[in-house]
Nanobody, 124 residues
Framework: QVQLVESGGGLVQAGGSLRLSCAAS????????MGWFRQAPGKEREFVAA????????RYADSRKGRFTISRNNAKNTVYLQMNSLKPEDTDVYYC?????????????????WGQGTQVTVSS
């Protein structure tokens, strides 16, 4: 069993940066691929980024490449999402996810665990 707790969301002006953190409980964190999704009210969750168990492989949604960076620290059981050059359209609730492989996380239908979400609001 893995529990995921996100933090780091908030209100930021357009062009600013935020770093989201996702702290995981459980000794098996290092065996999971991890990812981030976003969701607007009334819409499906949308893939943002994913990283494999070692941190050596990452995938990004095309719309976020170059602005967002996913990383992880297995010693701290934490995955991060560094978000730069934020735009008002980045406003959403961001969710942390754990799965058995990056490809399955990107697919979005094979997520083993979800966090509770953290709100990101970008003002213009």
């Amino acid at each position: 069993q893995v529990q995921l707790v996100e933090s780091g969301g908030g209100l930021v002006q357009a062009g600013g940066s935020l770093r989201l953190s996702c702290a995981a409980s459980g000794r098996t964190f290092g065996s999971y691929a991890m990812g981030w999704f976003r969701q607007a009210p009334g819409k499906e969750r949308e893939f943002v980024a994913a990283i494999n168990w070692s941190g050596g492989s990452t995938r990004y949604a095309d719309s976020r490449k170059g602005r967002f960076t996913i990383s992880r620290n297995n010693a701290k059981n934490t995955v991060y999402l560094q978000m730069n050059s934020l735009k008002p359209e980045d406003t959403d609730v961001y969710y942390c996810a754990a799965g058995s492989a990056v490809a399955l996380i990107v697919d979005g239908r094979r997520i083993d665990y979800w966090g509770q979400g953290t709100q990101v609001t970008v003002s213009s």
